[in-house]
């Protein structure tokens, strides 16, 4: 199971008029990019597990059976010269729907996994400047908890709100969030789908004159309780089997954790202007591997109508002709 620890940096963002403070929804977002493992970091302050004898962890990488209970710690380390307070909790992580990254829930939502079962022994932690506190945490696994992966991350959150300027002024609350990784024991088990596969597609209205483009748009679905590090080939084949694209989609999460949904795009730059398309998604990943189809018409309508419209002309002319040489009256030669 692939775990990149990048920080998690998603601020919480408030609008701020006179007597009125306004919280906003906002999720942490905590990006994938394919670095090296680093604790969880904004610059300012870090959050990470509490190294072990044989070397420091960048995230909480767990396993437990249903109904254990599982004692850590987490650090918060100050690197600013003033002191700063802290909001400690557990949040749970899903993936975004506008492009799979790893997020975690705000402390007023409901949590299911590892933000329910997760608990520090501080909720409120203040720091020393350039100095760190070790904060215990406590996981007690339900013995009716699914087996599989559970995600998560343990969050530190500013109580300080950066100011900002004018009447209605935004303001930054910041959070970092070292992530936790649980697999709670028992049937692993696999399983990715592919679906509403659509195609849009535009065309010059005359063929030849102007490029044609296509976009595949899908839904990747983890539909079972291992997180899954996807990749995706899209094929597309014309009529008579040519083949027309094959290539690997890129932008696919590197985690798409457990009954998380993602929907995603493909362009498909030159598409076929005259010819009949089959595009075949293929998604795989350890373990699993799923294909749903979807196909599209490629004509140059305005070249369609005109041809149309001049064989209905055709058709009206020889019609009128047939009815003219049959009312034609007989010439008598008696």
């Known amino acids: ?20 403070l306004l919280l906003s929804l906002c999720c942490l977002l905590l990006g994938l990019a394919a ?41 918060l380390a100050n690197k600013t010269a003033e002191p700063r307070t802290f909001r400690l909790y557990a949040a749970d992580a899903y993936n975004t729907a506008r492009d799979g990254g790893f997020a ?29 506190v070790t904060v215990p945490v406590t996981l007690r696994v339900p013995a009716d908890a699914e087996p599989g992966d559970h995600s998560g991350a343990l969050v530190a959150i500013d109580e300080r709100i950066d100011p900002g300027a004018g009447s209605v002024a935004l303001g930054v609350r910041r959070a970092v969030g070292a992530r936790v990784y649980l697999r709670v024991s028992g049937p692993a088990l696999p ?38 590090d996807p990749k995706v080939e899209l094929r597309a084949r014309g009529l008579f089997g040519r083949t027309l694209l094959a290539r690997d989609l890129t932008g696919i999460p590197a985690e798409l954790l457990p009954g998380q949904r993602v929907r995603l795009t493909a362009p498909w730059r030159n598409a076929p202007q005259l010819d009949w398309a089959d595009v075949t998604l293929t998604a795989r990943a350890t373990g699993t591997r799923q294909s749903s189809s979807a196909s599209f018409l490629a004509l140059p309508w305005l070249v369609v109508a005109v041809v149309a419209a001049v064989a209905v002309a055709g058709v009206t002319l020889l019609v009128r002709a047939r009815r003219g040489r049959t009312r034609r009256p007989a010439i008598s030669t008696g």
Do not use: C
Not at 2 to 20: D, E, M, Q
């Open 35 to 75: 670095t090296p493992a680093h604790a969880a970091d904004n610059g300012s302050w870090s959050v990470y597990p509490v190294s072990s004898r044989v070397a420091a962890r960048p995230y909480f990488a767990l396993s437990a059976d249903p109904g254990q209970t599982i004692e850590d710690k987490v650090v």
């Open 104 to 132: 975690v829930r705000t402390a007023g939502e409901r949590m299911r996994g590892v933000g329910a079962w997760a608990r520090p022994a501080r909720s409120r932690v203040t720091v020393p400047g350039h100095g760190t």
């Open 191 to 228: 399983a990715l789908a592919v679906e509403r596969v659509r195609i849009t597609h535009r065309q010059p209205l005359v063929p030849g004159l102007g490029d044609s483009a296509a976009t595949v748009s899908y839904t990747l679905h983890n539909t079972g309780n291992v997180t899954l």
């Open 1 to 20: 199971m692939r775990k990149p620890s990048a920080p998690i940096r998603g601020p919480y963002v408030l609008l701020r008029k006179p007597y009125v």
